[in-house]
């Protein structure tokens, strides 16, 4: 019963340095998605993927880069890491059948130093 | 473009008080309407949803009226617990061209004291 699974769940990076945050979901949903929350600002779209071996880019998606090689995967990496990338991330997926809902991850709190 | 727009908080209230939280909207189309809850240190979670105008969303004491006339979607309970303190995201799901991507309001945090 694991939905959608965000590795790590924490981290802290320095100025420059680059990582990937990993979703996996296990629903076998079409549409998969990466967002941002921040304080006061509710969460924006950062790319999103619509199946296997698509991205699109959402809101706001400078500095960040994603891959969709696989059905149940969608990977965010953060090439040189920056102050204003400090934030908490969700991944979340949803059906591609009308207005379902989207589930989300338990979320990964990223501080760039 | 899209948007959606929360009241601000925090919103404190006494335990068994009435609550309500303003949401509305602007969209192009015929949008779905949520409303989602992030308990603290979770993801969000599905509230409530409604598809077209005038349906009620409801779940868990907690209800919400899609209304067109005035493109709102109020969150509303008649009697809130301690358990209900958490952040409620307002969120619109645009039907033209659908893939899926929800509009998030900016969160409202609610704290019920005992």
């Known amino acids: ?113 | 473009g899209n948007s959606v727009t929360q009241m601000e908080g925090p919103v404190t209230l006494s335990e068994e008080a009435f609550l309500t939280i303003n949401c509305t909207y602007t969209a192009t189309g015929y949008p779905s309407l949520f409303w989602y809850v992030q308990y603290p240190g979770e993801g969000l979670q599905l509230l409530l949803k409604a598809t077209k105008a005038d349906d009620k969303g409801s779940n868990k004491g907690f209800e919400a009226t899609y209304r067109k006339e005035t493109t709102s979607f109020h969150l509303e309970k008649g009697s809130v617990q301690v358990s209900d303190s958490a952040v409620y995201f307002c969120a619109l799901l645009n039907g033209s061209g659908n893939t899926g991507k929800l509009i998030f309001g900016q969160g409202t945090t609610l704290q019920v004291k005992p």
């Not at chain 1, 939905?3 to 320095?14: H, I």
């Not at chain 1, 908490?88 to 059906?95: D, E, I, M, Q």
């Open chain 1, 1 to 113: 019963n694991a939905g959608v699974t965000q590795t790590p769940k924490f981290r802290v990076l320095k100025t420059g340095q680059s990582m990937t945050l990993l979703c996996a979901q296990d629903m076998n949903h079409e549409y998969m998605y990466w967002y941002r929350q921040d304080p006061g600002m509710g969460l924006r779209l950062i790319h999103y993927s619509v199946g296997e071996g698509t991205t699109a880019k959402g809101e706001v998606p400078d500095g960040y880069n994603v891959s969709r090689l696989k059905k149940q995967n969608f990977l965010l990496g953060l090439e040189s890491a920056a102050p204003s990338q400090t934030s908490v991330y969700f991944c979340a997926s949803s059906s591609n059948r009308g207005s379902t809902e989207a589930f989300f991850g338990q979320g990964t709190r990223l501080t760039v130093v």
